[in-house]
């Protein structure tokens, strides 16, 4: 059986993929603010670097697999904290693991969001790309919650297609799903959040298959890439969203 990572598995999608693979019979190993195998704050330096650490002392031969899944929804405040922990905990933790993954020619899968798909490789974008995390940080508390959580999910999936090619010549596929509107605490809040409630609402209304996405559907389709099944499949961004972003964008694929 295999050995996994996964980061933000307390709750939500992330608790779903923990479910999944270990009753398939994996070992998992979970980093989380608090209900985690590591405990760490993925939006600081420090946590990031625990979370390296603990998943290495606990994974010494290597990792089959990894999921950076913690992430903040729009809702949050400051809108930095959404930009440290969607974008610049996924990707450091990533690196960081790197080696371990090359050892078992393990998968990455990062939960992106059909939200990237909404906004431009404007200047957030950039800064992200750029590994300006201060700059970045200090450029988003000025905007909103949806270009922070957006763009964050935008840079992610940009990262992801400009790094797939190198880390499949190193035997590691590296892939996402974008899921859409998903009943989980984070959606919960937004739908709670005074300013961003009612657009939220209107959003899953508006689903073409009817109703929004349980974690469950998220997880199925990540541990399917993760598995054997998927030994193809490296720098794919799969929309898992009930039809919402061909609705969207028709054209654009
Ligand atoms: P959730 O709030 O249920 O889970 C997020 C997890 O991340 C929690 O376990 C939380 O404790 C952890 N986390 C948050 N901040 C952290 C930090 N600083 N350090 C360590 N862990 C931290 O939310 P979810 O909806 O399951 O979200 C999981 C992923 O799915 C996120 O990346 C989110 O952006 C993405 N996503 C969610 C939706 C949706 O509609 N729910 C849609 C698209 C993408």
Request: charged letters at 20%.
């Amino acid at each position: 059986m295999g050995i996994y990572a996964l980061t933000g598995g307390a709750t939500g999608i992330g608790a779903a993929i923990k479910s999944q693979l270990r009753d398939a019979g994996h070992k998992v190993i979970v980093v989380d603010l608090v209900e985690g195998d590591v405990c760490a704050d993925l939006s600081e330096l420090a946590g990031r670097q625990k979370a390296i650490d603990g998943i290495r002392a606990l994974a010494p031969n290597g990792l089959d697999g990894f999921i950076p899944c913690a992430g903040l929804g729009p809702s949050v405040r400051p809108f930095s904290l959404i930009t440290k922990v969607n974008y610049f905990a996924a990707v450091t933790v990533t690196e960081g693991l790197l080696d371990l993954l090359v050892k078992r020619k393990g998968s990455v899968v990062m939960i992106s969001s059909n939200s990237a798909a909404m906004v431009g490789h404007d200047d957030y974008v950039e800064l992200l790309l750029a590994d300006k995390e201060a700059q970045a940080c200090e450029f988003v508390d000025g905007k909103d919650g949806h270009t922070a959580y957006a763009g964050s999910k935008h840079a992610l999936s940009c990262w992801l297609r400009r790094n797939a090619p190198d880390y499949a010549r190193q035997g590691v596929r590296i892939n996402a799903v974008a899921p859409g509107i998903i009943n989980t605490p984070l959606s919960d809040k937004v739908l709670a959040d005074k300013d961003l409630g009612q657009v939220m609402k209107d959003f899953g209304d508006s689903v073409p298959m009817g109703s929004i996405g349980k974690p469950e559907q998220i997880a199925d389709v990540v541990c399917f890439i993760l598995s054997s099944k998927a030994s193809f499949m490296a720098g794919s961004i799969v929309f898992v969203d009930g039809g919402h972003d061909a609705m969207l964008r028709p054209d654009q694929f």
